[in-house]
Structures are given as C-alpha cells and as structure tokens.
C-alpha cells in the first residue's frame, strides 16, 4: 500500500488547508485511515482517524472542532479539511492506514502499517 500525502503549505493564523492523501488501493472497509503530525523536536502524535466503512471518526482534543477526516472513495483519497488555524498546528502531516487496527488503538502510531512521506503545514502568527 503506498500513501501520497499533499496539500501542505503556509497560511495565515485563522486561515484553511486542505490536505490529501492518496492510496494505492481501495481503502474504503479494508483500512483504517489517520493523520498523525510531528513538530519540530516532538513526538509524532495523533490528529485524526475514520474506520474502515467511514461510519466513525475521533480526533484529538486539539483539533477538535476545527479539523475534519473524511474520504473519497471513487478517488482512493482521504482528506483532512483544517480550519482555523493556529500556530501550533505547525508540523509536518502524515497520512497512515491500517489494516488490523482495532479501534482502542487507533490512536497509536505502532498502530499503522502504511505511511506516507508527510507533507509540511506551517501556521503563521
């Protein structure tokens, strides 16, 4: 499975960015799909998650409100639509699907087979 992450970039604090994730295959009920990010110096950590047929999503407290996860599946992508920006969202992006996660641990990187390159979201002040 192979993971094409896209759409990062700079953008104003309060402004919007949508990222894309590309699959090499059909990922709608056979994977998982998450976005993890990593600051500079950080842990990778978790932003957001949608299971396997869509029906579930979860994301971390930091985003919550202000970030979507949700899937094409006649294009094989999968989105994260970020609004409201802020500083601390800088960090580069990484798509991540699974194909045996439950989901108690989705959450988790070691969760994940497949990652993409990542893709770099810088947030101005």
């Known amino acids: 499975v192979q993971l094409q992450a896209s759409g990062g970039g700079l953008v104003q604090t309060g402004g919007s960015l949508r990222l894309s994730c590309a699959t090499s295959?059909?990922?709608?009920?056979?994977?998982?799909m998450a976005w993890f990010r990593q600051a500079p110096g950080k842990e990778r950590e978790f932003v957001a998650v949608?299971?396997?047929?869509?029906?579930?999503?979860s994301y971390a407290d930091s985003v919550k409100g202000r970030f979507t996860i949700s899937r094409d599946n006649a294009k094989n992508t999968v989105y994260l639509q970020m609004s409201r920006l802020k500083p601390e969202d800088t960090a580069v992006y990484y798509c991540?699907?699974?194909?045996?996660?439950?989901?108690?641990?989705?959450?988790?990187?070691?969760?994940?087979?497949?990652w993409g390159q990542g893709t770099q979201v810088t947030v101005s002040s």
């Open positions: 991540a699907a699974s194909r045996g996660a439950i989901w108690s641990s989705v959450a988790m990187t070691n969760a994940y087979n497949y």
């Open positions: 295959v059909r990922t709608y009920n056979n994977y998982v």
């Open positions: 949608l299971s396997r047929n869509g029906g579930s999503t």
